[in-house]
């Protein structure tokens, strides 16, 4: 369902089945709707079983990069000699996606059970769930619903009465972007900076205050307790294209489209049918420009690419980009295309952590020299500078920001260069908030 | 008194280079501390003029609620983002004398503190107007003209740029990096109140509400 909309006919729903259902934020009206069944069946399980099951399933991580979540379960040590750590990672803060806010504010009680089963599956005492600071709505009502579970015994020293200890706890970010990678959000929870960690050791070894963890994101969680409620078979059987990207996924589309919102469709859906069908097409009876398909990190799409592109991990990778977190940035024909991609360039300069050179002084000589472009002084040579300079942040660093930044740079030079050299040969000039004449 | 840096790309530069350099300082007045700021280009001179008796933050209920955080860490170090949000909380802003606080009750350095207060941009290194309005203007929110509410937002509460503080010491308008809502472009959070599609029309009737 793509609140604040009515579902469509050609959406999947299953993690949005009870947004914008008020009754399903509390404990009996989660009960009343089949809530945490799958964590009693899971709490009878060994914890080796559900991973097998979420393993066969297919599901892969939706924060990103996409690997698959039984197989990251799975490094976890069999053997338990030191505390493990489960981390939910709410730091939802790619430009383009707002999917797990949708999530924790519907469903609270959902990604609680979803938590608590992946908890027992990796054989963790606590789960951080870190929730962006600005947040603040997500966060009172998954603190009522915390609050609700304890009082409730599904979690706590006697998690479901069955005598074993399971405690979750929410901890507030104070507004970086780099705390959603994962190895940040670990140095976040134990008070430090938000600075990402050299890998290996990967964080199944040595993890949050140096204790085997795993990370995982809210959605990718939240697919769990149906996985088991509803059989691997069932979620592998969610697939419209390529048999490795199975079960469904919330699209957040965003920007020029008429109804933006959150539509949860197949894996392997035509991009194509979310924007026109689904989302109504563009605003005003403009044309598609370009599109983001997985939010502000992947290289852009033009018109054809997007027309023709399939939204599985598969699918998007053969047009040149990525699935991402699905976060679905949307620009008509009246977009200015250098101003929104020195604004994106602005954004990772701004959140950059400063750990790495080629990030810290990458992301903001990008954002100088195309701010320079806009204003009318950049050099016939500038486009060539910035490709060098994206080649230089390009699988240099320890995380992925400064990649991130480069993407939408040469994918916007790439396919929209006439624009660039509009500005350059001062065939345009700068206009109000990024509209071109 | 001591210096702080505003953010280098704080503002797009077309808006940087209509604004021009303001030098003209002012003053506004908090509970028990006077403070006069000037903004001269990009660097913002705070002058504590008059040093109050520093008042702790950690006692009584505040302690209490400090302790049953630190029961959810296995290091005392952990709870410093949340103890930082308390003294917000309670302060308002968080000042070198609350970061000397924090630092002893957690058993960590004052330079320790400090970094990590720097780190993170939620956390107010200055006094902030009663009201602290922060606009997302990230690329998706742009496209629906999230800038036009920017320049509302200023117009309508009197601040004369971007970080700076109305004179009445009502209101600070900033320029957020995504707020994560961005199919309700434009949100903007007043405080801790978070607010979808608000557009320059809707900002005198937005601002009704925060008086």
Redesign the interface.
């Known amino acids: 369902m793509g609140y604040p909309h009515q579902p469509h006919a050609k959406e999947t729903v299953v993690l949005s089945q009870y947004f914008g259902d008020p009754e399903a934020r509390t404990y009996q009206g989660w009960v009343k709707r089949g809530g945490y069944a799958a964590l009693r069946t899971a709490l009878a399980r060994k914890p080796a079983e559900i991973v097998e099951i979420v393993k066969e399933s297919g599901l892969r991580g939706r924060g990103g990069a996409g690997f698959p979540t039984g197989l990251k379960w799975s490094f976890m040590p069999k053997e338990k000699s030191k505390?493990h750590y489960l981390c939910c990672n709410a730091d939802?803060?790619?430009?383009?996606?707002?999917k797990d806010?949708e999530i924790m504010r519907w469903t609270p009680h959902g990604l609680i059970e979803a938590c608590a089963i992946a908890q027992y599956a990796i054989q963790a005492e606590?789960t951080y769930i870190y929730i962006?600071?600005?947040?603040?709505?997500p966060l009172a009502i998954m603190q009522r619903a915390l609050d609700e579970a304890y009082r409730e015994g599904v979690l706590g020293a006697n998690a479901m009465g069955t005598g074993k200890r399971l405690?979750m706890?929410l901890?507030?970010?104070?507004?970086?972007?780099i705390c959603g990678e994962e190895t940040a959000l670990m140095n976040?929870?134990?008070?430090?900076?938000?600075n990402p960690r050299i890998r290996p050791p990967f964080p199944a070894a040595v993890g949050v205050?140096g204790m085997p963890t795993t990370i995982n994101n809210v959605e990718t969680l939240a697919a769990v307790p149906h996985i088991l409620n509803r059989g691997a078979a069932w979620y592998k059987s969610l697939c419209l294209s390529n048999p490795k990207s199975t079960g469904t996924k919330l699209f957040?589309?965003?920007?020029?489209v008429r109804r933006?919102?959150?539509y949860e469709v197949t894996m392997g859906f035509p991009l194509k049918d979310l924007l026109y069908d689904l989302c109504g097409g563009m605003r005003g009876g403009r044309t598609l420009k370009a599109c983001i398909p997985g939010g502000?990190s992947v290289p852009i799409l033009n018109r054809e690419e997007t027309e023709s592109c399939l939204l599985d991990y598969e699918g998007c990778a053969t047009q040149g980009t990525m699935l991402g977190s699905g976060?679905v940035?949307v620009?008509d024909d009246s977009?200015d295309m250098v101003y929104?991609i020195m604004?994106?360039a602005?954004?990772y300069?701004?959140?950059s952590?400063a750990q790495c050179t080629q990030c810290r002084e990458g992301t903001?000589w990008v954002?100088k020299i195309l701010?320079r472009i806009?204003?009318g002084d950049g050099h016939q040579k500038d486009l060539d500078l910035l490709l060098d300079l994206s080649e230089q942040m390009t699988g240099k660093t320890i995380c992925v920001l400064s990649d991130s930044c480069a993407a939408p740079v040469v994918s916007g030079i790439r396919k929209f260069r006439q624009e660039f050299e509009a500005y350059l040969t001062g065939a345009r000039r700068?206009a109000?908030?990024?509209v071109a004449v | 008194m001591f210096d702080v840096r505003c953010?280098?790309?704080d503002t797009?530069?077309?808006d940087h280079?209509a604004r021009g350099v303001d030098t003209e300082p002012f003053e506004y007045r908090t509970s028990n501390i006077e403070y006069r700021i000037s903004n001269i280009g990009h660097r913002a001179t705070i002058m504590n003029t008059h040093t109050a008796p520093y008042d702790p933050v950690f006692t009584g209920e505040t302690r209490q609620r400090l302790d049953r955080v630190l029961e959810?860490?296995?290091?005392k170090?952990?709870?410093?983002?949340?103890a930082?949000?308390m003294v917000q909380e309670t302060r308002g802003w968080i000042s070198d004398a609350a970061m000397t606080e924090v630092a002893e009750v957690?058993e960590l350095t004052p330079a320790y503190v400090k970094?990590?207060v720097t780190?993170?941009?939620?956390?107010h290194q200055h006094p902030v107007g009663k009201h602290f309005i922060?606009v997302c203007?990230?690329?998706?929110c742009?496209?629906?003209?999230a800038?036009?509410v920017v320049r509302a937002l200023l117009k309508h509460t009197g601040c004369r740029e971007l970080g700076a503080t109305s004179p009445d010491g009502k209101y600070t308008v900033t320029e957020?990096?995504?707020?994560?809502?961005?199919?309700?472009?434009t949100p903007i959070?007043v405080g801790?109140?978070?607010l979808e599609g608000v557009t320059a029309e809707k900002v005198p009737e937005v601002l009704k509400r925060y008086q």
Do not use: K
């Open positions: 505390p939802e803060s790619e430009p383009g996606t707002f806010r606590v962006r600071g600005e947040f603040t709505e405690d706890y901890h507030r970010g104070a507004g970086a972007y976040s929870i134990e008070g430090r900076r938000g205050f957040s589309v965003c920007g020029h933006p919102g959150n502000s976060g940035i620009f977009a929104q604004r994106l602005r954004f300069a701004h959140e952590c903001a954002t701010q806009l204003a700068p109000g908030a990024g | 953010p280098m790309l797009s530069l077309r280079r959810r860490y296995p290091t170090r952990a709870a410093l983002l949340p930082l949000w957690l970094g990590v780190f993170y941009t939620m956390y922060q203007t990230t690329t998706p742009n496209l629906c003209g800038e036009e957020v990096e995504c707020l994560g809502a961005c199919g309700f472009a959070m801790e109140d978070f």
